[in-house]
């Protein structure tokens, strides 16, 4: 058995780093920073559930500025402890759909409300699972604030 000589293996492991280094130095130094893309800060929203249809395992409320203007739908669906006679929280999770983009533009949060009639300003914090399009990479809290009847202020953070 013939044996590849030092300097020839040495010579090999040398020109498969190299093409490994230069591979790497190919790839944009955007690419590969943690900052490289940061999503869209999403803006202070209304979700309105007074028109959701009934008879669906979900809730379908609209997406509102703060204007009152309709920019999408939020999905959500709840769900809480078996002993319904002694749940006092509910795990829900939203899905927000912008109408922009067709619908391209989603973002998701998971947040425990109450089982009760939410007392009007009581904070329910969430966490932000991810997002899509401008919205991708999206991280942190979302604070759900009752604002009325079926209506929230939603804020990211």
Known sequence: ???????????????????????????????????????????????????????KPFSAGQIKTTAGDKIGTAYSLCDQDAIAAQAKEAFCSTFLRFDADSFADQVNYTVMLPVTDPVEGATALGLVTGGTGVYEGITGNARVVPRAANTYDLNFD
């Open 1 to 55: 058995m013939k044996r590849i000589a030092p300097v020839r293996t040495t010579a090999l492991v040398a020109a498969a780093v190299l093409a490994g280094a230069v591979a790497w130095a190919a790839v944009p130094a955007t690419a590969t920073s943690p900052a490289a893309h940061r999503a869209t800060p999403v803006p202070a929203l209304i979700l309105d559930y007074n028109e959701a249809p009934a008879g």
